[in-house]
């Protein structure tokens, strides 16, 4: 039995049963971070004493039999742009390269009284800008399935960690398919939850108005159960629901059939890769087999999703970046500075990286006098629209349906010099952020020996229901328990 392999829910029946304990389960991750992560590379900062002290005091609340829950006991990363007190939180830029906070954020609190251990932080593409993990001042993460290729980003760290076994479960956060599209290109499960299902009290903000952390998984079991413990309000963040976090596994084996899944026209266009089409299809098949009503929808303004998510990123992040100034915390470079404007200009030119600069620059222009009508309020304008598409499309079905990417996992190197290229890898995933609305990512299948995702898309606060169909599709499929080499069972 490999421990590191495990789900969530066999993990936590061995560790109640008392067949294996936390400290055996902990060092066999940081085992194997030590031995196969240099290959990988998905982890910033590893936690070795703060995870056996976590495993420790776990196995002690087991022993007790108090206070003892699913995640009790397991191991897991952590994004990092997720504030850990006393351990480094670094957004993988050199402009926070050192910074350790000094408070957790609402759900790293949350995961501690659960009794998870954390084993590290996970690398990112620099503040979130990027779809490859690319853009991380430190290294570049590589793809489990082959390491030539990319894992997506910018939660790229968080799937490799989940996909090669160096954790059982991770948390991401997507700004605009950023847990969704590396779960796809890693064969992981990853959802992004209700905006303000989930607090962002202590994440380094990329976009206010689109972040949402959310967990990755091998199975949606296990995200349930994990979104579950990370998820309700939190008086230190106004965005949050009042409204009680529902059991999510509860009625997770409920059977789909008569449900209506909805397959949006405009997500099935020329330019997908043969492989990710054959995929969907055979998904919706599936789904038709286990008794749901396939329905044709509409989502008519999807094309501008691209654009308005875009522009709005990069005016909310120039906003958010401007903290970084070098006279508060994190990087501050003064060499022969004149004035505190020269700290300024020198700290943010050492500290952030081409990606960050390009977009905070174009955000700058978007909001700047003469141009904010034209630009940032038309962006907020079509914003509403692409809400009220996702809308109209679920008062007429309980669910949509859609790949997570046009293609499978580039190789790295590959759309580097093409920002464009590299923004249009997100078409089917920005959409959501800026309606708000809940998606889970999903393994559907290979193409050229590569993993394909596919994302559920659902009604506001109904991740129940997302879970509930995407469950039943893996009670009949086996793609999500297909392991890359570096993984295989013994």
């Not at 397991?74 to 504030?83: A, E």
């Not at 293609?407 to 708000?436: C, H, Q, R, W």
Request: hydrophobic share 35%; proline share 4%.
């Amino acid at each position: 039995m490999e421990l590191t392999n495990l789900t969530i829910q066999e993990a936590s029946e061995l560790l109640k049963s008392k067949k294996i304990s936390s400290v055996e389960l902990t060092k066999a991750t940081l085992d194997r971070i030590h031995n196969v992560d240099s290959k990988v590379k998905s982890y910033v900062t590893v936690t070795d004493e703060l995870a056996l002290q976590q495993a420790k005091q776990a196995d002690e609340r087991i022993a007790k039999g108090e206070n003892v829950t699913p995640l009790t006991g397991i191991p897991f990363s952590m994004k990092d742009c997720i504030s850990t007190r006393n351990v480094r939180t670094t957004c993988s830029s050199k402009i926070l390269e050192n910074y350790v906070p000094q408070y957790n954020a609402t759900v790293t609190n949350k995961l501690a009284d659960a009794g998870a251990v954390l084993v590290g932080k996970t690398n990112m593409d620099e503040f979130g800008m990027g779809s490859s993990c690319e853009n991380s001042a430190f290294f570049n993460t590589h793809n489990p399935w082959d390491l030539n290729r990319v894992p997506g980003g910018s939660s790229g760290g968080a799937a490799a960690s989940m996909s090669a076994s160096l954790c059982n479960f991770s948390i991401g956060e997507d700004t605009g398919g950023s847990v969704r599209m590396p779960a796809g290109f890693c064969n992981v499960t990853g959802i992004k939850p209700t905006y303000g299902r989930v607090s962002r009290y202590g994440l380094i903000s990329l976009v206010s108005s689109f972040d949402c952390i959310g967990p990755m998984t091998r199975d949606a079991y296990d995200c349930a159960t994990v979104l579950e413990a990370i998820a309700g309000h939190d008086e230190k963040d106004s965005t949050t629901y009042q409204s009680a976090v529902p059991s999510y596994t509860q009625n997770i084996n409920k059977p789909i059939k008569g449900m209506k899944l909805g397959i949006s026209k405009e997500y099935f266009v020329a330019g997908m890769e043969a492989g990710v089409e054959s995929a969907m299809q055979e998904a919706i098949r599936t789904y038709e087999k286990l008794g749901m009503e396939i329905k044709e929808v509409s989502l008519p303004h999807t094309k501008y999703g691209l654009p308005v998510y875009y522009l709005l990123l990069f005016a909310e992040a120039s906003s958010n970046l401007a903290r970084f100034d070098g006279t508060r915390f994190g990087l501050s470079v003064s060499d022969n500075a004149k004035d505190v404007i020269d700290i300024y200009l020198q700290t943010r030119h050492a500290g952030f990286g081409d990606e960050v600069k390009r977009r905070m620059m174009l955000g700058a222009y978007a909001l700047s006098a003469g141009y904010y009508d034209a630009y940032y309020l038309k962006a907020q304008k079509v914003r509403t629209l692409l809400r009220r598409d996702f809308e109209t499309a679920l008062a007429s079905c309980d669910i949509l349906l859609a790949p997570t990417c046009p293609t499978t996992a580039f190789k790295l190197g590959e759309k580097t010099n093409d920002p464009l290229a590299m923004y249009l890898s997100d078409i089917y995933v920005v959409a959501t952020n800026p309606a708000g609305v809940p998606a889970l990512a999903l393994p559907a299948g290979f193409s050229k020996d590569m993993p394909v995702g596919m994302q559920l898309i659902g009604k506001h606060l109904d991740e129940a229901t997302l879970f509930q169909v995407g469950h039943a599709y893996q009670q009949v499929t086996d793609w999500h328990k297909r392991l890359p080499s570096l993984c295989h069972r013994r």
